[in-house]
T-cell receptor, first 114, second 116 residues
Framework: DAMVIQNPRYQVTQFGKPVTLSCSQT?????MYWYQQKSSQAPKLLFH???????NEADTPDNFQSRRPNTSFCFLDIRSPGLGDAAMYLC?????????????FGSGTQLSVL | GENVEQHPSTLSVQEGDSAVIKCTYS??????FPWYKQELGKGSQLIID?????GEKKDQRIAVTLNKTAKHFSLHITETQPEDSAVYFC???????????????FGKGTHLIIQP
């Protein structure tokens, strides 16, 4: 009964080869976030969707894009991965009713760049 | 923007003892402070949170304290058990009543090790 599902758990890509990470949710939350977490560092917000509205963090590189085709799915596209993009990518959701700040995280996708 | 500092980065305690993790934040407008537990291979889970209108909140063995003047908040775990071993993240955000969603700013995490 996983609520925020990220696939795959581990992803290996080559330097410069586009890669897509996926996230799905069964919570019907209207907000979905993507975080990047490098080893021994804090999760860093890349961007989030509030319904269909895309909100990019100011320091998120252009190399990172996102798509949200419907409420349940959100994708993270890395157009030309560099070695520095190797990290754990975390998807999270929240909703704007009640305790809207509470985040529900997926188990993450560990991205390796060769 | 907000900056959250978390200490220590690693904390080892004997089973049954208490553990305390401390965080400071920089933006005085922040008013929501959650703590997340990240276990290997699992998604992070919210374990407790506190809002700026209270100074302390407790849930069984877990408590959080907030000092708005000093801009710091702490996680307290009493009677630690092996299953408490995990990485704990503090975070801060500004909860807006008018709608809109703001991402959390996280600390770097504390690896809590419970020694049997």
């Amino acid at each position: 009964d996983a609520m925020v599902i990220q696939n795959p758990r581990y992803q290996v890509t080559q330097f410069g080869k586009p890669v897509t990470l996926s996230c799905s949710q069964t919570l019907n939350h209207n907000v979905m976030y993507w975080y990047q977490q490098k080893s021994s560092q804090a999760p860093k917000l890349l961007f989030h969707y509030y319904d269909k509205d895309f909100n990019n963090e100011a320091d998120t590189p252009d190399n990172f894009q996102s798509r949200r085709p419907n409420t349940s799915f959100c994708f993270l596209d890395i157009r030309s991965p560099g070695l520095g993009d190797a990290a754990m990518y975390l998807c999270a959701t929240s909703w704007t009713g009640g305790v809207r700040e509470k985040l529900f995280f997926g188990s993450g996708t560990q991205l390796s760049v060769l | 923007g907000e900056n959250v500092e978390q200490h220590p980065s690693t904390l080892s305690v004997q089973e049954g003892d208490s553990a305390v993790i401390k965080c400071t934040y920089s933006d005085s407008a922040s008013n929501y402070f959650p703590w997340y537990k990240q276990e290997l291979g699992k998604g992070s889970q919210l374990i407790i949170d506190i809002r700026s209108n209270v100074g302390e909140k407790k849930d069984q063995r877990i408590a959080v304290t907030l000092n708005k003047t000093a801009k710091h908040f702490s996680l307290h775990i009493t009677e630690t058990q092996p299953e408490d071993s995990a990485v704990y993240f503090c975070a801060a955000s500004i909860a807006r009543s008018g709608g809109g969603a703001d991402g959390l700013t996280f600390g770097k995490g504390t690896h809590l090790i419970i020694q049997p």
